[in-house]
């Protein structure tokens, strides 16, 4: 059995150290150092096991992009599931971010992420992560 322990990190996985039941072994990155690219306050409550893609859309029906410095291309609006059976969107009433994260960024494979969070209507609110062109839903806030 495992227990977890917040470590330092940028992102919630990064941020999260599992450990057997009952040790007490210190996290491999410490809390109080700094962390270039780390989302502000506060944590959601749940991180999904495996990201799932979303479409999120402007107030026009376009999906939101990014542009070279990492600026939305619009305000969101709307946020819909992806794949076979989904309903229509959710409507988005409010948004901070977006934040973005260059990891690697020397190397042959950088790797870069921006987050967003956003709150919808029926007062949920969600931490999304856009790579490549996808945006997906990372986490859910209480």
Request: glycine share 10%; charged share 20%.
């Amino acid at each position: 059995m495992l227990t977890a322990a917040l470590q330092g990190g940028r992102d919630m996985r990064d941020q999260v150290h599992l450990r057997p039941w009952g040790e007490q072994a210190p996290a491999q990155r410490p809390v109080d150092r700094p962390w270039p690219g780390q989302l502000p306050p506060p944590a959601p409550a749940t991180v999904l096991r495996e990201p799932e893609p979303v479409d999120l859309l402007d107030a026009a029906g376009v999906p939101v992009g990014l542009d070279t410095r990492f600026a939305l291309s619009a305000s969101p609006a709307t946020l819909a599931r992806r794949g076979p059976g989904v309903g229509r969107g959710r409507v988005v009433v409010g948004w901070a971010g977006p934040w973005p994260l260059a990891e690697r960024w020397w190397s042959d494979e950088p790797r870069y992420r921006t987050h967003l969070q956003v709150a919808l209507e029926d007062g949920s609110a969600l931490l999304l992560a856009h790579t490549a062109e996808t945006w997906t839903c990372e986490a859910v806030y209480d």
